[in-house]
């Protein structure tokens, strides 16, 4: 199912220009970011959030659903070796959470990727790329868990794609924190 970003969201379908090479690679990476991210170095993952929701304006057209429908959210953080590394902000709506998308409620601390990729009948988008703004919900739930310590907007790279189970959407966005940049030099794993 091919979705496009709704105009006033922020994502674009092609990285912009002024991105390295090196960040259009992680940007773009194919298959799970946490099977990269460990060969970075040792991956922790915490659960910042699970928790029933609404779907925000900015983020409907992921879905293909109307604003304020019910959504099961989780939103985790993984570190590298102790140092957070990415932010992301997955959801499907809250009817898949207890159907086909069930296993993202039993995960705890495994990454989403253990339920993504061992299953033929899952489908994933395309990316979409943005340097995040405030009012991307991805920012404001960054900004809410790190704080005073949150980067700026413009310092976050991030990504997301939907993936399609049986006609289910289940949305994964994923933010680059500086930390990370730094972190992966220009490791190409």
Known sequence: MEIT??????????????????QKFWLFRPNALTAGLRQLGEVKLRVVREKVDSLRTQEAWMLGRP????????????????TDCVFARSFTPLAASHGLWQGMRRLRTRPLADMLYHDPQILRSRFFVARLKRQIPLYRSMSLHFEEHCPPPTSVLARCSIFWRQGQPLLVAEAFLPEFWAMAGTARP
């Open 5 to 22: 970003p709704g105009r006033f969201s922020g994502w674009q379908l092609a990285a912009p220009p002024s991105l390295t090479s090196h």
């Open 67 to 82: 604003a304020q429908s019910e959504i099961w959210l989780r939103e985790i953080c993984m570190s590298i070796n102790g």
